[in-house]
């Protein structure tokens, strides 16, 4: 049925129709009062979401350019970078920071897994000379459905002196993520994840610490300068043109986050999580995170032996109009993903579950579907 | 009164209502097959619009994302690269350029004033040994209301032999610009201006030639790389999260150009700079550029004697809830602009010239206002 769709893709994430009908306000001066007041009071709601006292830049462009700005502004070509990769995500922080001429040496672990703090602890000690600029982290890896302990992994950089550069494109409001307490220098996030707006917007936050490295990093910027964005930001404004209408949307966004709490935002999330891997698990299935670390935002389950993701998610949104993911990388055809991140409840998580259940036992499948929405009922409490 | 406005900057420029609407539909899959079909569809009418026979990359970026997008793909640090600069545009161009390791000879022309071909014929003829790789070339000057001869010059450069890069934001579907029959290698354009698309998506088509070029440019890419997005293009998809809502409303502001006809378009926009400036002359007012090359998209008017363009614009505000644009660079505050593209029709410039006339005599400037109308009525024939 034409438009009859339940969304539960790891971003972009369903966006609430207050912040489309928000998306589809008159256009402003993008120099003029209006559109400065409208700047001013998210670069300030953005601060308090991501847990500092320093200014969040918000730049036209998904989160890939948000990472692409963490590695140029503080960085110079030749650096040597330090990227804990545990998915694909993870392996693409590193590909920008290689393709601008940093030293990238990778700490790789296995998809699936979380980042080793004792591991990277062990590295960074044996960097005696601070070699080592940068330590590019990843909070939420969409690919793989796994958290990383990043309040561990920063203390364990901060120990050493290199720059915490953190890539929270789809872990922050849906996960707690301290930008100050934990000493993140560069944190990123984007529209389309839990902020539950449209796709074109990405943030950037910078620590004192950053700021500092900045006035030394050579790496070539323009449209991604967050000098130039803060010498704009002082005024209200952008550089460049800004994606007005977006931002209309994302005020609407914001406002349903303060409404619930960032802590009730957080517990939603938990509690989406845990139904989901419940279920899944109750239902049979396997799923790639079976440890403490699995993803509150997207939960990433095994295909079952003979069928591929895409087989499994055709079938899903065919006979129920449930849309989900398939597995990126060397994942691709093996798993497949429920995205359980922003505008979501768990009445989605139910009908998300049950759709898959039902449908592998119509592809054959020995499913226990009672077994997995009753799992799920509980573990909602 | 709240929300009444006529907004009649250059860019972002009005957004009809439907396109509003349609930036309002639910969010989709980005890398599913409702969403391809419009991607596959938009390619298809941009390539049209820029009349060439070559892809056309959409990218999540304002219109100076575009312009490092045209500067990163196609050439090295080192390269030998001619700016010509007709005001802040090109001066933008010109710094990205630079920002990236080419080194940038800039060949300047009065603000006002458009670039002249011989000039620019002399200068190349010198480059015996073809040091020079690209030539930047603005098509519409926002700044000063200009409009270059880009066919002429064009050619000129197509003797030579180096690329040719056209910075056409504000100028594209405004204003006649004929990609493959003029030889533009790079041609750039944004959705905030005529396409009357809001703000956050930049377009760029690249000739074979260009590409060709590619092969060897050594300069930094991953966000802006046209390679991936020509790969993800063919199966109908962007590498990264594209701004899916901005594109549901390019496919109804596009739309808009294809009913009114892309002929009928540059002339309404002929239609709307003559009134304009006949108008405003006829005021007794005096206009930026003064001979045949203003631009049909933005007029520029120098600011009366004893009054700056921020003191005329905010009246101009206040009184009648015109919203005009005032100077860039250093003609910020000595004169101030009217829009007239995208979604802009006669009654439009009928309104603005009338109360920028009674507002500049409430303010003891002495003009002919009746004068003005009656040179906008006859202009527009």
Redesign the interface.
Known sequence: MQ?K?L?L?P?????PPSV??A??????????PEYMAMQRQLERDLAEIFQTKNYVAIL??????GL?AAIVNFLSPGDKVLSVSIGSFGDRFA??AK???ANVEKLEFEWGQPADPALLAARLAEDRSKEIKAVLLTHNETSTGVTNDVKALAAVVREHGALVMVDSVSGLVALDLQTDNWGLDVVVA?S?KAFMT???LSFISASERAWAAMANAT?????WSLERAKEFSEKGQT????????MYGLEVGIAMIKQEGLQNVFARHRRLGTMARAAIKAMGLTLLAEHAQASNAVTAIRCPEGLTSKQIRAKVQEKYGV?L??GQGKLTDSIFRIGHLGFVDETDILTAVNCIGLTLESMGVPVDVAAGMEAARKAQG
Chains 1, 2 share one sequence.
């Open positions: 438009d769709q969304l893709i971003g972009p994430t369903p966006v489309l009908r998306c589809a306000k008159p256009m402003v001066n993008h120099r003029g036209t462009a998904s989160g890939t350019g692409e590909t920008i393709a601008f001429g984007a389309q449209p796709p074109g790496m070539p910027r323009v449209y550089p460049w043109t800004p994606a007005v209408t977006l849309v993911a398939g």
